[in-house]
């Protein structure tokens, strides 16, 4: 009897929801996958699969068929809906095995699958397809748990699925998913009548019932069993990865240490140069690649990071185990599809000084350089005829003993999965390893994974990538007004962005405002104070923690002050120099440091006025801080060219719409100045404009776009007017 009682997995189940479903069984397997995929523990993103079966009428014989309802290709239990299933005839699935010519002819089976279709709006069926539709049971859950993943991938793996579960759960050996593997499960099944699951070596676990709640109850309880085993054994015949090797620094240490040394990673991972002509050399000479091996050139795509120093990861990095375990690889094939087949451990002392680009890059830059050398070798040696060509050999998972887990991809929540991908296979390891001993794939089985010809289609239609894609924008100010538009204009293209702003309530309004816009992964939320050194290094600091480091700056944080000569205060001019022309030197400098640290360029955009270059009445202050800012653009691109640093300016003008600049009497500054109203001021501005428009803070955003978004990238120290054409300010 399945009990209720839950240590290691979340039992979520809600009957009074399950009721409102009515008794729809695809309903209730979508809910059964939700609750699963809600659990990282039970499964990772988008890994696992579920289904159900129902009897429908077929719509050409109105006969009664039976229908297979399956998680189509690429999608997550997690949120699955009914756009994401596959619906499939299960005696045409049965069919194929009159079309099933063997292992080696494996792929046709995914073609054939096509030809199953009961719902023609179907996803597209997924290679696990037949390891469900082979089996007889109405519900069904594929999942890959972290403690039945460690039964799995231990030495020992049938001996101790035994040990737990006696009779009731079947065992099959590792074998790539696909229509033979369907088969096996059916003969398990059959050599093994009235079992509860079965156990797939090294890659997970295949469990069903009569009811989705069943089903659910039942993949809870083997997990749990399995949980509770690994639980008993862990470090008690031997410490926890053999104990620690290496003291963590503390909290705060780790990541300002994490933070200074992300850009210098992200850099090296992001295409600086793959393997060179010396190092390939060098590797040769040491026996470790074979003869016509091809290193392709160097990706122009930055890479997004992600940082975790969860307390799982210290103490595996800081293991005394870490050298023999890490080495390795991953078991489970959705771990290293997300992973690579191994990580790259940092040797370099937790304390090491960041601040030095050239001295710490020649500890690091040859690190990586083998890791390069080593995965080419691996392509060299696994590859087969028909193979596709070598994809970036630069690692996904780095590892910074005492300090914490880097993961770089081409977006955010890449990275941010990878991370959590890792973290289940160190999970797996400390369990296999509490039991028996952890085992890995062979290298050619991992290789066959990695480079098949199915995967390598899938990455084909995956949609190409938008202007800004793997680029980090730090825009100042980006609580309202310009700033926001300006951010989520650059995140609409592909960018992650870094919201900041001095006011509090108004960055809390946008980060909401952000995330119902492009989720979670697009954007992190820090205060800073332009004129505080301290609050711009830590604004940097939570860029390269969140994402790597910053590609793009845009200055735009301001305020106005409209006062004639003798009304003007030392204080408000202070406040104008303050704000304006040090917030632009101070953020400037520090976005500078990062990309020098990543070595690929980089966008400085200053939001300057059509005020630098026009004389109004009663503007000395602003007039002057803005003419300030606009010489600080030329002069930084004449310094930054060579680091391939581009800085130019946008010159708006009258920007009324959601902008701070119109509170604090600015408005009414400038209104008396040209002797209207307040009210009549957008009008009056629009009027005097060669183009007779009114200025929007989204015409500024597509300015800055225009310079960063890749058109314009061998122009540098130039000002774009965005101010409906002002006579005035026609730069000479």
Excluded at 312 to 319: A, H, T
Aim: some cysteine; overall charge negative.
């Amino acid at each position: 009897m399945v009990n209720f009682s839950f240590s290691h997995v979340n039992y979520r189940w809600d009957d009074s929801h399950a009721a409102t479903l009515g008794g729809d069984q695809i309903a209730l397997f979508l809910y059964r996958s939700n609750l699963l995929g809600a659990d990282l523990r039970i499964t990772n993103y988008g890994g696992g699969n579920t289904s159900c079966k129902t009897i429908e009428h077929d719509p050409l014989t109105g006969k009664e068929v039976e229908v297979m309802w399956v998680k189509g290709s690429g999608g997550d239990i997690g949120t699955l809906t009914r756009k994401g299933i596959a619906g499939l005839y299960v005696e045409k699935l049965h069919q194929l095995k009159n079309r099933y010519r063997g292992i080696e002819f494996e792929d046709e089976i995914v073609g054939l699958q096509l030809h199953c279709l009961f719902d023609l709006d179907s996803a597209a069926p997924s290679i696990d397809t037949p390891l469900h539709g082979l089996l007889p049971f109405r519900h069904i859950d594929h999942l890959h748990p972290d403690a039945v993943i460690a039964v799995s991938a231990a030495k020992d793996s049938q001996a101790i699925t035994k040990e737990i579960w006696g009779d009731t759960m079947g065992w099959v050996p590792w074998q790539r998913p696909g229509f033979d593997l369907g088969q096996q499960l059916e003969k398990c099944l059959s050599e093994n009548p009235g079992i509860r699951g079965i156990v797939l070596g090294g890659h997970g676990l295949f469990t069903w019932g009569d009811t989705s709640k069943d089903c659910y109850l039942n993949s809870l309880e083997i997990i749990e069993q399995a949980s509770v085993f690994i639980e008993n054994r862990l470090g008690k015949k031997k410490p926890v990865f053999g104990g620690a090797k290496t003291q963590s620094l503390d909290s705060e240490a780790r990541r300002k240490q994490a933070a200074a040394l992300a850009p210098i990673l992200r850099g090296l991972c992001s295409g600086q140069g793959f393997l060179s002509p010396k190092g390939l050399e060098s590797l040769e000479k040491k026996g470790k690649t074979g003869t016509g091996l091809e290193i392709p050139s160097g990706f122009p795509i930055p890479k997004i990071g992600h940082f975790t120093d969860d307390e799982r990861v210290l103490q595996f990095i800081n293991s005394n185990d870490l050298d023999r375990l890490a080495p390795l690889g991953t078991s489970c094939p959705d771990h290293f599809l997300r992973t690579k087949i191994q990580p790259l451990v940092l040797q370099l002392s937790p304390t090491a000084q960041t601040s030095e680009i050239s001295k710490i890059s020649e500890v690091i830059a040859p690190q990586f350089e083998q890791y390069r050398a080593e995965y080419a070798a691996y392509y060299d040696t696994c590859k087969h005829p028909n193979s596709p060509a070598m994809r970036d050999p630069n690692p996904v998972v780095i590892l910074y003993p005492g300090v914490g887990m880097f993961t770089f991809a081409k977006d955010k929540q890449t990275a941010r999965v990878a991370a959590e991908f890792y973290i289940n296979a160190i999970n797996v390891m400390r369990g296999a390893e509490a039991i028996s001993e952890y085992t890995a794939l062979p290298r050619q089985e991992a290789f066959d994974i990695e480079y098949w010809l199915l995967e390598e289609a899938k990455l084909q239609r995956m949609p190409k990538s938008k202007p800004l894609s793997g680029r980090v924008a730090l825009v100042t100010g980006s609580g309202g007004g310009i700033g926001l538009a300006t951010a989520k204009r650059l995140a609409a293209e592909g960018a992650c962005v870094v919201l900041n702003d001095v006011d509090e309530q108004r960055l809390a309004e946008a980060k909401a405002d952000f995330q119902i816009a492009f989720g979670n992964d697009r954007a992190v939320a820090t205060s800073l104070d332009v004129t505080n050194p301290n609050s711009v290094a830590k604004a940097f600091e939570a860029a390269c923690l969140a994402f790597g480091g910053v590609d793009i700056v845009v200055n735009n944080a301001g305020i106005s002050i409209s006062k004639g000569i003798l009304e003007h205060s030392v204080g408000d001019w202070d406040k104008l120099q303050d704000i304006l022309v040090k917030g632009q030197f101070l953020v400037s400098q520090a976005g500078v440091a990062v990309m020098r640290k990543q070595g690929f360029g980089g966008d400085i955009v200053n939001i300057v006025s059509k005020n630098a270059v026009v004389a109004g009445p009663n503007n000395l202050g602003y007039g002057a801080a803005k003419a300030a800012q606009a010489h600080m653009t030329r002069l930084l691109a004449a310094e930054l060219g060579p680091d391939k640093i581009r800085v130019n300016m946008v010159n708006p003008d009258a920007v009324i719409a959601g902008s701070n600049i119109w509170s604090g009497g600015w408005a009414e500054g400038r209104a008396k100045a040209y002797g209207v109203t307040v009210e009549e001021l957008p009008a009056y501005y629009a009027k005097r404009t060669l183009l007779g428009e009114i200025i929007l803070p989204e015409d500024i955003a597509n300015a800055v776009f225009a310079l960063v978004g890749g058109l314009l990238n061998k122009s540098t120290g130039n000002a774009l007017n965005v101010d409906g054409g002002v006579a005035m300010g026609f730069l000479r």
